[in-house]
């Protein structure tokens, strides 16, 4: 029967390095700056934010290689957690991820790329209701119909949004204006509570590393892609986000920095004049198209995984005959997140669970002291590197991130921890199943 069948490795070193990059930049670098300006208005610090926040995010990239690396299955946090927790943790992580964080992180994306959309064809009726929707419809069709068509639109839109961020970048240290550059630190105007919050801004812009861990069982040597993709995927990131920083600033004094809420496009528009604008718009637009697709691509395998344990709907596990893709998985999650796109209540979701994705990062990178303790025999063609100080420190940082987001978020906050426990009920729903399953 197919739902035994298992998905075909099909996704190369090149694939998977385009699957990092492109689903960690989003819009966010295009954006975030301006605020991070207004909240630490030191150049030598925001930039030291940015290091540190990278640094840390290349950490928990590490630690999944390792798992990556011993568990080259598809499903990636959930088999992580499953693993080192226990079925129930493993569920609840897929709940969440169905529910709200990547169904409504692609609805996200997607909103986003039909404000772009709208900007460089102005005046189409009701396009910001129905481009969403449309775009997800159209990647979840792409992605339906085999890993390797979702890998190709990957490459792509990955290529063409690092070459954007390459010619606005280039463009900024090109330019004849002297340059803009403050290297004094200001200390004086800075707080332990606005480095947190531009902390905070900067952690948000380098999410989505891990989504290549959903593809795990899909990925040809995985044993040596998995490390090489996330070590450098996110070393790549780390660079482009850099640069972009240094460019900004060298066209904007740290003042009109802070000021913006479009720093990339007001940095175009004084490098490349009337066709600065227009690169932005339709660098974020790929951009946007990019990120949509990785998540597209990777999310449903979480759930294709927990269907195969059973405790999902069993047609999640199921195997496309001639597409070999987890079709309703990849089905389920598009219409899901269609919806949520066209309700708008996406953002109201995410306000609530947005701490939610970070303990499930901070117990999937301690999984790796647990399961070394639990399963030190186990093969592990890569070791995480300044172990066991590397991964205490990521989960420590990630403690404080779900802390700090939970005292600035208090209600919404509580409302993710009830959106999570509804999970409970529907976990035992399905154990219960399976076990009647098992016992016929």
């Excluded at 610090?45 to 390792?66: C, K, N, P």
């Excluded at 609840?92 to 996200?108: E, K, M, N, T």
Aim: glycine content about 10%.
């Amino acid at each position: 029967m197919s739902a035994m069948k298992d998905l075909p490795r099909r996704l190369g070193l090149f694939d998977c390095v385009c699957l990092v990059i492109g689903t960690v930049i989003g819009a966010g670098i295009f954006l975030v700056p301006g605020v991070i300006a207004k909240d630490l208005p030191s150049l030598p610090l925001m930039l030291a934010v940015w290091v540190v926040t990278g640094a840390l995010s290349f950490l928990g990239a590490l630690a999944y290689a390792e798992l990556g690396a011993m568990l080259p299955e598809s499903g990636g946090q959930y088999v992580y957690l499953r693993e080192a927790y226990g079925p129930l943790s493993a569920f609840l992580c897929g709940w969440s991820f169905l529910l709200v964080i990547q169904s409504g992180s692609i609805a996200a994306v997607s909103v986003g790329f039909s404000i772009y959309l709208s900007y460089l064809i102005p005046g189409v009726p009701g396009l910001r209701f129905w481009a969403p929707p449309l775009l997800i419809l159209i990647l979840t069709a792409v992605n339906y119909r085999g890993v390797r068509a979702g890998a190709l639109v990957q490459n792509i839109f990955t290529a063409l949004k690092v070459l954007g961020l390459m010619l606005l970048i280039g463009s900024a240290f090109s330019s004849s204006a002297p340059a803009a550059w403050d290297w004094s630190l200001h200390a004086e105007a800075i707080s332990m509570k606005s480095a947190g919050l531009a902390a905070l801004g900067c952690f948000l812009a380098y999410d989505g590393w891990h989504a290549i861990a959903f593809v795990a069982g899909e990925v040809q040597n995985p044993k040596r892609n998995l490390p090489l993709a996330l070590g450098g995927g996110v070393a790549a990131v780390i660079a482009i986000y850099l640069l972009a920083n240094v460019a900004y600033t060298r066209v904007l004094p740290m003042a009109e920095l802070a000021a913006t809420s479009r720093p990339a496009a007001v940095t175009a528009e004084r490098t490349l004049g009337t066709l600065g604008a227009g690169l932005v718009a339709w660098t974020i637009l790929i951009s946007t198209i990019g990120a949509a697709n990785g998540s597209i691509l990777t999310a449903p395998r979480i759930y294709f995984a927990q269907a195969r344990d059973g405790l999902f709907f069993e047609r999640l596990g199921r195997i496309h005959p001639r597409f070999e893709t987890p079709s309703f998985a990849i089905l389920a999650q598009g219409v899901w997140a269609a919806v949520l796109a066209a309700s708008g209540s996406y953002e109201v979701l995410i306000a609530y669970v947005l701490f939610i994705s970070w303990i499930i990062h901070a117990m999937c990178v301690f999984s790796v002291l647990i399961l070394r303790r639990r399963r030190p025999d186990a093969v592990r063609p890569y070791r995480l590197w300044g172990y066991p100080v590397t991964p205490l420190l990521f989960v420590a940082f990630a403690i404080w991130f779900v802390m700090t987001t939970m005292l600035e978020r208090p209600l919404s906050s509580v409302g993710g921890m009830v959106l999570v426990a509804s999970g409970v009920p529907a976990y035992y729903v399905w154990r219960r199943k399976a076990a009647k399953a098992s016992r016929a």
